[in-house]
């Protein structure tokens, strides 16, 4: 599925069985929260800190599609084309970064 595939079904679902989308501020709130679900995930998973019982089921995959659902909700709501940002994005770290990483010398 492409981005552009994927802002679709979202916008398909949202219409079917969401309603309508939650304001822009709510779905900011929303994607602050779903980070930081993933965010705790993976500091006790791969970080220093001890997984909670809790913790231990949880899918990393599906958190990270959770990120990813409110992310193009918001894409959808302010008109953004996700395929187009990104390729714009990885352009201007192309130009920007095509020396830097290689000359990092905390990265050999």
Same mark, same amino acid.
């Given at each position: 599925m492409t981005l552009?595939?994927?802002?679709?079904?979202?916008?398909?679902?949202?219409?079917?069985?969401?309603v309508r989308y939650f304001n822009e501020l709510t779905n900011m709130a929303i994607l602050t929260e779903e980070v930081g679900e993933l965010a705790r995930i993976m500091a006790r998973r791969y970080g220093e800190q001890s997984e909670k019982e809790s913790d231990k089921g949880k899918? =990393?995959?599906?958190?990270?599609?959770?990120? &990813?659902?409110?992310?193009?909700? =918001?894409?959808?709501?302010?008109?953004?084309? &996700?395929?187009?940002?990104?390729?714009?994005n990885l352009e201007k770290k192309t130009e920007r970064d095509k020396e830097r990483h290689r000359a990092n010398p905390k990265l050999k």
């Open positions: 552009e595939q994927s802002q679709q079904e979202v916008d398909r679902w949202i219409k079917t069985h969401g899918d =990393l995959g599906d958190e990270m599609a959770d990120v &990813l659902w409110v992310l193009i909700c =918001l894409a959808n709501q302010t008109g953004v084309n &996700l395929t187009e940002a990104f390729k714009k």
